[in-house]
């Protein structure tokens, strides 16, 4: 009887043995195909987190780990859930921010000191137990971030000139007439048109060639970007014709901005080694409710007069209708 219990103890030892070997071949066997699995969703841009509730464990996939800078598995991770959830510097926010896209793709900018921003849309699965019970949560992160820098560029092509690298045409007139004419936040009205344009340009291409007259264009757009330093808006109407709108009607501050416009325009040509001075006249018009067909005439107007006083000028047609203000420029 002795001999027949520890036979069959022996059967059902070696039976352990053999399940627990099947279970490592089966866990490797799994764990090859997670690998596959995994290899598979990044080729698609596809970043895995999944969280299971049971074991309060996170698992993220290589390279979800890799881009965001953490372990495989992120243990107790509902601990950190209140602290994460509510500052988008923790090391864990992308995590919950993606296991909570329940309803719908949602997007998402990864932004990281050192390394290019990515760009991603956020979707989340409940898998429930019979009871109806979450027991796993998978997330995925879907990298947009070429699709999303593609269409910024053909957005960038149609809004941009190609040589100046400020608005072209078309995109400057939409954006005038939505925006021209328009009240404040407070109620109030108002703005400044800016028109100018290179002095005797014809000539310019004629003197120095067109690769020439290009640099200059370059020159007079840097000198806009440098004097309105970000503020209001910059756009290239065609030729050797820019425009500029700030909201205000400040006539000091276009005095002001008009003055810089020439200095800068003067110095950025000396220095790009153009053979002659690179001078413009500027009109200006300072508005109070005209719409974008009534402020581009009056600036025109302003413009042809500061042509009419010999180029190289600026005249500025106050709100109220008065006199021109013209101030005759020379070349230092």
């Given amino acids: 009887m002795e001999k027949i219990f520890y036979v069959v103890l022996a059967c059902l030892f070696v039976g352990l043995l053999f399940y627990v070997r099947r279970l490592r071949l089966e866990a490797r066997r799994l764990g090859r195909l997670k690998q596959v699995f995994y290899a598979a969703s990044s080729t698609f841009g596809l970043l895995m987190v999944g969280y299971d509730a049971r074991r309060d464990v996170a698992t993220l996939s290589p390279d979800c780990a890799r881009l965001f800078h953490l372990p495989k598995k992120v243990p107790h991770f509902s601990r950190t859930r209140q602290a994460a959830e509510q500052d988008p510097a923790h090391p864990l926010y992308p995590l919950y921010h993606c296991l909570g ?135 290239r109407l065609g030729g050797d014709e820019f425009i500029a709108y700030l909201d205000t009607n400040d006539a000091a501050e276009a005095e002001k901005l008009a003055c810089a416009i020439h200095e800068h325009a003067l110095r950025l040509g000396r220095e790009a080694g153009l053979p002659l001075d690179l001078t413009v006249s500027i009109g200006c018009a300072l508005l109070e409710d005209e719409d974008y067909e009534a402020a581009y005439q009056k600036a025109d107007r302003a413009l042809y007069a500061a042509k009419e006083q010999g180029r190289n000028t600026h005249v500025i047609l106050r709100a109220d209708g008065a006199a021109p203000k013209t101030e005759r420029r020379e070349a230092l």
């Fill in 101 to 235: 896209a329940f309803d719908a793709d949602t997007p998402y900018s990864y932004l990281r000191r050192g390394e290019a921003p990515r760009r991603f849309l956020l979707r989340s699965f409940v898998l429930k137990d019979e009871t109806a019970r979450p027991y796993y949560v998978l997330g995925v992160f879907r990298d947009i971030t070429q699709q999303a820098n593609e269409e910024a560029r053909l957005v960038a092509r149609a809004q941009f000139d190609g040589l100046t690298r400020i608005h072209n045409s078309g995109a400057t007139r939409s954006w005038m007439r939505d925006h021209i004419g328009r009240p404040r936040a407070d109620g109030t009205r108002g703005g400044m048109l800016f028109l100018l344009d290179v002095d005797h340009f014809k000539g310019v291409n004629d003197t120095i060639g067109h690769q020439g007259g290009d640099r200059a264009l370059i020159c007079v757009a840097n000198a806009l970007r440098r004097t309105f330093a970000g503020r209001g808006f910059l756009g």
